[in-house]
C-alpha cells in the first residue's frame, strides 16, 4: 500500500526572528542616538540660561571654552575701537595703535575670566532691579524669538534679538562639541547694522 506525503507548511529557521530583532534594535538605537544629539545643544542652551538666572557662576564657566571666548572678546573689542586695521606689508604699526591693542588685550585677559565670571554675571543681570525700572524679560520668553541651526555637525549657533536693541544686530551664541559636550567658543554682542545700500535705474542727471 502506498501512502502518499503532502510536503508541510515551510519551516523558518530560528534565526531569522533574532535577526529581525537585532535590527529593530539597532535601528531604534541609531534614532535615539539621533535625537539625543539635535537635543543636546538646546538642553545646553537651557542650562546656560538657568545658570544666568541663578547666578552660578561655577556651572556656567564649565560650559565655556575659555580661550575661544577671550579670543572673540578681543577681536569684537578691537573692531569695536577700530583697532584692528592691519597695517600694510612694508608699513610698521602706529606705535599709538599697538599700544591701545595691547591695552585692550590685558583688560580682556584680566577681566573676562572664570575668577570674575560672577561679577560680571552681577554687573549684566543684577539679582533685583529697581522698582522703577520695568522687569527683565524672562529667558523663556526671549527663547521663543530665537533662530537656531547647525552650521556644521559640531558647531551649533543661536542668534536671540534682544529687546531695545531692534536696529542692531542679534546676540549670537556659538556652541561646539569638545570633548564630550557642547560649550561656548563665540558670543557676538548686538551692533549698528550696515545702512542698505539701494541702486537706483533713474540716471542721476535727469
Known sequence: MTTSTQPGPTVRPASLPRHQTARRVCVA???????????????TLWS???????????ALGRMINW???????KRQTLAGLHLNIQPAADELPDFGSSFASSAV????????????????MDEALPASAPAAQPATPSFASLATRASVHFNRLDQFVMELPLPGHERETPLRVELRIQGWGWKITNVEFPMRREPMMQASATPSNA
Open 67 to 73: 580661550g575661544a571666548l577671550d579670543a572673540s572678546l
Open 29 to 43: 538605537t541609531a534614532a535615539a542616538s539621533f535625537g539625543l544629539y539635535l537635543a543636546s545643544p538646546f538642553v
Open 105 to 120: 588685550s590685558n583688560a580682556v585677559d584680566t577681566t573676562v575670566t572664570q575668577a570674575n565670571l560672577g561679577t560680571l
Open 48 to 58: 546656560v540660561a538657568s545658570d544666568l538666572q541663578h547666578h552660578d557662576a561655577t
